[in-house]
């Protein structure tokens, strides 16, 4: 049986809704979209071609982000070292230092705690 050429639309619409929703949960691009079945050239071919879709990945992107440095933050309240940290959530250290740098709410947050940390060890001592 033949599809249509909006069956196709729709189904595409709906891939590409699927595949911004993993990368908002954490997922990269390609990765999401491999999940989906859709190949990487397909992808970069969506991506570059429909600009609805590129707006969601980066608004997807910085959803990721801000999830990303929320549980790092989690985890330096519960006591974790900041490389401890980073890997049980994912980000390189680096990452995590350009992520300081960048913003500085950020960056102020991950010093603070890790500030109250060093107090706490300091004062055990």
């Not at 990945?57 to 070292?81: F, I, N, P, S």
């Not at 959530?89 to 010093?111: H, I």
Request: proline share 2%; hydrophobic share 40%.
């Amino acid at each position: 049986m033949k599809i249509t050429r909006l069956e196709r639309r729709a189904q595409r619409s709906r891939l590409k809704i699927a595949i911004l929703r993993d990368v908002s949960k954490g997922r990269y691009g390609t990765e999401a979209a491999h999940r989906h079945g859709v190949s990487s050239g397909t992808f970069w071919q969506w991506q570059w071609a429909d600009a609805k879709f590129s707006a969601g990945l980066k608004a997807a992107a910085k959803t990721r982000v801000h999830g990303l440095k929320q549980a790092v933050l989690a985890k330096l309240r519960e006591g974790w070292m900041l490389k401890d940290a980073a890997k049980a959530v994912g980000p390189v250290p680096g990452t995590l230092r350009a992520w300081r740098k960048q913003d500085p709410v950020f960056g102020a947050r991950v010093k603070s705690l890790l500030s109250e940390q060093r107090k706490l060890r300091n004062h055990g001592r």
